[in-house]
């Protein structure tokens, strides 16, 4: 089955740019209607989604995060980056790599200075 592994900085300072990869073994990214989604969930709250890349390269965000995010992919290492600029404690999560029922570790990130 498919697995997903997240990796990234577990700490970034304010106003920096996060920078996550989740890298997929067992499967290809650009599977027909395979859809790579990005999901965090704060400290004592729920899961938020944050964007999502599509077997075809199309890209989705959330409206709330879309000024500040990037999700974009490497075919040839078969992995999905995320980006999200000037980053903010707000921003303090666990980020997940998902894939309908198939999920990451997910990947603490903490922002402080």
């Known amino acids: 089955q498919v697995q997903l592994q997240e990796s990234g900085p577990g700490l970034v300072k304010p106003s920096q740019t996060l920078s996550l990869t989740c890298t997929v073994s067992?499967?290809?990214?650009?599977?027909?209607?395979?859809?790579w989604h990005w999901i965090r969930q704060p400290p004592g709250k729920g899961l938020e989604w944050v964007g999502a890349m599509a077997y075809d390269g199309s890209t989705y965000y959330s409206p709330s995060l879309k000024s500040r995010t990037s999700v974009s992919r490497d075919t040839s290492k078969n992995r999905i980056t995320l980006q999200l600029n000037s980053v903010t404690p707000e921003d303090t999560a666990v980020y997940y790599c998902?894939?309908?029922?198939?999920w990451g570790q997910g990947t603490q990130v903490t922002v402080s200075s």
């Open positions: 998902t894939e309908n029922t198939y």
């Open positions: 067992r499967g290809s990214i650009t599977t027909n209607y395979y859809y």
